[in-house]
Structure formats: structure tokens, C-alpha cells
């Protein structure tokens, strides 16, 4: 699929991580062009690095600290 920059950027923070990564996969297979393959991959490992701290974090309680009880 061929897209803009502008196309592009209206729609990107709207997609899901693993659409991106379609995305981005296809683009490499493709057009290979730098500056979208640099963007997808920006926006990839945002969502990605998200998703991993939610996992990371998930159960886990903070101690309480007196000063803020």
C-alpha cells in the first residue's frame, strides 16, 4: 500500500502496534523507503516499549511512603 507522508502521519497514532508492524514489514518487503521505514519503526517501538512496561508493572503494588499516607 502506497501512502503519503501526509497520509501517513494522520493515521499513525490511530494504529495499533501489530498493525504497524505490518505495516512496516511491508515496507521493507516494498518500497524500502528510509524516512517511512524510520517512522514506522519510531512509532513501533513507542507501543511497544508501553505495552512491555504495562507487562512489566502489571501486580505489582508500590510501597507506601509516610510522608504521602
Known sequence: MTMSWRELNSILADL???????????ERAGERRATVLVRLHQRYTILRAA?????LLEGITFPK?????
Open 16 to 26: 495499533n502496534e501489530e498493525t504497524i508492524l505490518n505495516m512496516l514489514n511491508e
Open 65 to 69: 511512603v509516610a510522608a504521602l499516607v
Open 51 to 55: 505495552r512491555e512496561r504495562s507487562e
